[in-house]
């Protein structure tokens, strides 16, 4: 019998492994396929990354996707509760949607190379103004280039069953680009992953859709009322999901 903290790090270590030895394979095959960095690139990765959950016993309900549906870009925020996020992440990913990520990941050897081939938007977070400067830019181009951009708002993982925060940046976009925000909940993972209890084992994920958020005549002064009003929907709707109808009671 292996002991709790052994057992975790050689899943933890596996799944790193898998993304290494996966990224290593596909970006080739990107490269082939799609030339260099795309958000075309997106479809081949999420055709590998939907096989992880295999591996790991995790198994995702998913509703709501009929609400990506929208016509032309958009802003997708959704709660990010650790690195596994990245298998939820692509089981609902629409078509044309990149990330907003830290730049950090970059550095990240051949990983760094395959979420760069894919498209993904770097951010300085300990610099506002870079980080407003690329934001600016995202929003300008992905009108034109009918992207979705999808943003983790709470700015970091957070695996505590509630939400930290939202930051503003993804409401901005939103805004500046006058296109709609899809909020996307992942119920809680507390069950079955938890780094401090050296906890990770099968486990079912709940994820819903809701319906977009139009922004169109909104301006700067209203993004704090947008930012508000999507972390309350998105609270709510974590807390019915992971199963704390009380608690979704008293925030709303
Ligand atoms: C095959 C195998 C594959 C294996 C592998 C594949 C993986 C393939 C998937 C990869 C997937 C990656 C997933 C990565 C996931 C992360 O890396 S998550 C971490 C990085 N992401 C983020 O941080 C996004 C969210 N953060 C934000 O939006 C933040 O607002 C920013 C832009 C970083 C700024 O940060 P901040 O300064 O700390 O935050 P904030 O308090 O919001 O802003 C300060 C002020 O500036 C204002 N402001 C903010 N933004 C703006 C703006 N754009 N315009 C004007 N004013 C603004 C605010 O309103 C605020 O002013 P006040 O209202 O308080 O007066
Ligand atoms: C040559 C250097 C080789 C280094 C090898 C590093 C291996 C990395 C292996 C596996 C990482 C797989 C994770 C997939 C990407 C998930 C992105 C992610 O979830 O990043 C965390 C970020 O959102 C928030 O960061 P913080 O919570 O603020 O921190």
Not at 106 to 113: F, K
């Amino acid at each position: 019998e292996l002991s709790p903290a052994v057992n975790f790090a050689l899943r933890i270590s596996f799944y790193c492994l898998l993304c290494v030895v996966s990224s290593a394979l596909t970006a080739p095959v990107c490269l082939l396929v799609n030339g260099g960095r795309t958000v075309k690139n997106m479809r081949i990765i999420k055709t590998v990354v939907k096989t992880f959950k295999y591996f790991f016993g995790l198994r995702f309900e998913v509703k709501g996707l009929e609400n990506f549906k929208v016509e032309g870009p958009a802003i997708i925020v959704s709660n990010h509760q650790s690195i596994l996020d990245m298998m939820g992440l692509m089981e609902v990913l629409p078509d044309d949607c990149v990330q907003v990520g830290k730049k950090e990941l970059m550095y990240t050897g051949s990983v760094g190379l395959i979420i760069y081939l894919g498209g993904v938007i770097f951010i300085n977070r300990k610099s506002t103004t870079s980080a407003k400067m690329v934001m600016a830019e995202v929003a300008k181009t992905m009108t034109t280039e009918n992207v979705k951009v999808w943003v983790y708002p709470e700015g970091t993982r957070n695996c505590t069953g509630d939400l930290l925060p939202f930051k503003k940046g993804a409401f901005h976009l939103a805004v500046q680009a006058q296109v709609p925000v899809i909020p996307v909940v992942y119920s809680s993972f507390t069950t079955f992953y938890n780094p401090k209890k050296n906890l990770f084992t099968s486990g079912k994920i709940k994820v819903e859709v809701l319906p977009p958020i139009e922004t169109k005549g909104l301006t700067s002064d209203d993004v704090s009322d947008l930012t508000d009003r999507c972390f309350r929907t998105m609270r709510e709707t974590l807390f019915r999901l992971s199963g704390h109808p009380s608690e979704a009671k008293e925030s709303s």
